[in-house]
């Protein structure tokens, strides 16, 4: 569905940076955004960071630098230019015809990486959808279908008005076919999900900035082989498993998309439903690459995507951090660190465990943390069965956690105390009625 672009393409990568933003942070920034110029396999030629003081409605940059930047590009046989911000249509149509190069902005480019990501049918449409909305508001021509149905003519020479007025419809009629298809996939989910909601098991989903380390450590947790590989978006489907904590409690762990810097409304928009595992979760834990020096600004990123999702602390979710890749630390960088971890929490700041999932370090202790969080709202029940109850304690077995089982010889009476969840508890009573030995109590009390 997506063309690939030639690897011979060279590109030249420009981070604008504002004064306000601090050197480290454009820095980090620059080289993210050669990151992701890389996995569109385009060869850079160069990546700097250009100073913006002001930006021209018409061009972005200034006269002056616009031709020293067509000078670079034509030195160095530069075919793209990747300026890391979000041009209006208009920019980026005139930056192209002055400087006589393609030119992609922060959201083409995180774009087109997720339309190479993307694996199933869901993520398919909703790249593709996204990549429509967008192309839709420029109707510049992009490196695909469009270029084929006009004859690719190739992305130099702009479309006259009836051009346009065809892709436009073009685009409309493509849109709402997978609009359609969509609803159609989701629909399957939605009883997949359903399903899964109507299994009483609390759901935990990992949550946090491309490559911090959430697959890797959803691998380590569930025991599975999802991909976890240093590139930007290696997940874009999540995936979900039921995972044992070690009091021998069921939950759902879910892997998730990750966030970047100002990820596209377009993405945001049309990952809202497979988000949904995001936003319905009891906790989230939100990984982070402590290894990266920008780990604050990216911790500030993440939490304003959460907030556009609905999901988050701002909307009630309790979250853990797990500060990832300690191993990566200089010894007494890791210290520190772990010391503040350590540390008792004051209000409702999250809860955090220093992790490694390279080394293993850390992550019984965020399967703890994540124990003792849905803990918060159990219910402590002593429970009491005859012989002929095996199937409500087969059920007790499978649905909580037993911290007590005593059988009385002479009766052959089972006394259980065990942890429910609230709902948990509910369904047991309704199921079960009569097998109390005593008041329930709050389990965190
Ligand atoms: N040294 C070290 N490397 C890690 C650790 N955790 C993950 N990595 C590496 O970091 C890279 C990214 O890991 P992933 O698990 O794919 O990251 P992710 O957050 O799932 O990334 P996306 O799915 O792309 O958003 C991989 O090369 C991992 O091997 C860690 O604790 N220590
Ligand atoms: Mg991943």
Known sequence: MIERTPAEQTALVIHPATPDAGPERAEARLEEAAGLAEALDLSLSGARIEPLRRVEPSTFFGSG???ALREDLEARDAKVLIVDTALTPVQQRNLEKALKVKVIDRTGLILEIFGRRAQTKEGRLQVELARLTYERSR????WTHLERQRGGQGFMGGPG?????????????????LRRELDEVRRTREIHRKRRQAAPWPTVALVGYTNAGKSSIFNALSKSKVLAKDMPFATLDPTTRAVRTPSGRKILLSDTVGFITDLPTELIAAFRATLEEVREADILVHVRDMADPDHEGRKA??????????????AGQRIIEAWNKVDRLEPD??????????LPRQGDAPMVAATSAATGQGLPELMG??????AENDLLMRLKFSPSDAAALAWVHENGAVLEERVEPETGITFVVVRLSKPDAGRFRTRFPGLEAGQARQAAE
């Open 139 to 142: 109707l510049v021509r992009t």
């Open 161 to 177: 008005e009836t051009q346009i007025e065809t892709d436009r419809r073009i685009l409309a009629d493509k849109m709402a076919k």
């Open 65 to 67: 630098k616009v031709e």
């Open 301 to 314: 990123d993440v939490e304003a995507v959460l907030q556009a999702l609905d999901a988050g602390a701002e």
């Open 369 to 374: 943390l994540i124990e003792a969080a849905l």
């Open 333 to 342: 960088e890791r210290e520190d660190l772990e010391w503040h971890a350590r």
